[in-house]
Nanobody
Framework: QVQLVESGGGLVQAGGSLRLSCAASGSFFRISTMGWYRQAPGKQRELVATITSSDTTNYADSVKGRFTISRANAKNTVYLQMNELKPEDTAVYYC???????????????WGQGTQVTVSS
């Protein structure tokens, strides 16, 4: 019932920039936190950045100062502005939404399908 749709991935040269978008939709879902995670081939999925309903942000040390997460006020949408991209940023980036299903007040986590980011040297 809850769907996350990501966009904005692609191929970019080292030092370039990309902007990822994620839109969450669904009925009876109240989002507390949205964020971005990434998974490189053969690696575990890791946190990139999160943003709460109160606009508190959290970043992985590896991206701090280069990436910026933001949230649209009008809808359940988050963005990840990625600057000064490095080859080690290459991964599938996944959008995540944490919240509650209001009909049952059950806390749930949802994941998008992922979008590929490839940074060439």
């Amino acid at each position: 019932q809850v769907q996350l749709v990501e966009s904005g991935g692609g191929l970019v040269q080292a030092g370039g920039s990309l902007r990822l978008s994620c839109a969450a939709s669904g009925s009876f879902f109240r989002i507390s936190t949205m964020g971005w995670y990434r998974q490189a081939p053969g690696k575990q999925r890791e946190l990139v950045a999160t943003i709460t309903s109160s606009d508190t942000t959290n970043y992985a040390d590896s991206v701090k100062g280069r990436f910026t997460i933001s949230r649209a006020n009008a809808k359940n949408t988050v963005y990840l502005q990625m600057n000064e991209l490095k080859p080690e940023d290459t991964a599938v980036y996944y959008c995540n939404a944490e919240g509650v299903i209001t009909t049952a007040w059950a806390r749930e986590n949802y994941w998008g399908q992922g979008t590929q980011v490839t940074v060439s040297s």
